[in-house]
């Protein structure tokens, strides 16, 4: 099966820093690393590759650089660098101390073997074993400890990382509720009854919410100064709102009427803006036919 981990050469420049021009790139690693236990094997591993180069000093400057000034920022990689070169110095110092032996004059390493041989022989060797023992004890639960911290940190972080999404998710939640729950609705009107086939009219849903409509009327021809605006029911029983508007007109010389329309008196039915000039003998009325549906 082929594998969809990332390469490991990328991952190690995303460790030293080096993905930071390529935001959507990074982010994309970071969320893979939380999610993906496989992926986060892989990181820890180069982690320790990283730092085993730099305990070697086989870094180039860059990449020295880039350990330093990035690598290193999080406290537990620092943690994680000091525990190795404590253990790397731990191991290595046995074999130091004989190497250096080996270099000293005959006379000497003969004085030595003689005292060792004195030693020896006064010293039970159980005493040399339980020190060794207990080096190796508190090795053996150092090491442990700090896998458990490792643990607990990266759980840590994925947690917090999940909580901050849901966060973010919860604030998207609540923008979208308080969209939905609009004191102010939009009704734009452009068909009058004359044009419109009658079956298709615009709707409204108001919700409790709901304290105005906005409405916009679009003027067929020249505009010919203010504007009587009557709203009745479908029934015609008489208007249920009136006004004395003056058109809206644009550079390009469209015209409309745009107003505040109050909800108190309106319930579920189809109505009807009935639209005149002001201006004697400019022509018959027009009706913008709308359809109301309250929620509750």
């Known amino acids: 099966m082929k594998s969809n981990l990332p390469d490991r050469s990328l991952v190690r420049q995303y460790l030293l820093g080096r993905l930071d021009r390529n935001k959507e790139l990074e982010d994309q690693l970071s969320n893979d ?6 992926l986060s094997e892989m990181v820890e591993s180069i982690e320790d590759e990283i730092i085993d180069d730099c305990l070697d000093g086989t870094l180039d400057s860059a990449d020295k650089d880039a350990v330093d000034g990035y690598f290193l920022r999080p406290p537990e990689r620092k943690e994680k ?42 010293v039970p060797w159980q005493s040399h074993f339980r020190p060794y023992g207990q080096i190796v004890a508190l090795i053996l639960l150092s090491v442990g400890s700090l896998i458990y911290i490792f643990s607990v940190r990266k759980n840590q972080a994925r947690l917090e990382s999940l909580l901050a999404r849901e966060r973010e998710h919860s604030a998207s939640l609540v923008t979208d509720a308080q969209l939905l729950q609009s004191p ?5 009107l452009v068909s009058d009854r004359s044009r419109g086939d009658g079956t298709q009219i615009p709707y409204v849903e108001i919700k409790p919410s709901t304290k105005r409509i906005m409405v916009d009327i679009v003027l067929q021809g020249p505009s010919l100064g203010a504007y009587d605006v009557h709203l009745e029911t479908n029934a015609e029983n008489g208007p249920i709102w009136s006004a004395r ?16 329309l109050p909800i108190q008196r309106l319930k579920s039915d189809v109505y009807s803006f009935v639209v005149s000039s002001a201006v004697p003998g400019s022509g018959r009325p027009k009706h913008y036919d709308f359809r109301v549906k309250l929620t509750r």
């Open 33 to 38: 690393i939380l999610f993906n236990d496989e």
């Open 81 to 122: 660098l000091r525990f190795a070169r404590l253990l790397r110095h731990h191991f290595e110092k046995p074999h130091d101390l004989a190497e250096a032996r080996l270099d000293a004059p005959l006379s000497n390493r003969t004085n030595v073997i003689q005292e060792r041989i004195d030693y020896r022989s006064a």
């Open 184 to 188: 102010i609705l939009a009704l734009t």
């Open 245 to 260: 508007l003056l058109p809206l007109i644009s550079d390009s010389g469209d015209a409309r009427l745009v107003f505040d």
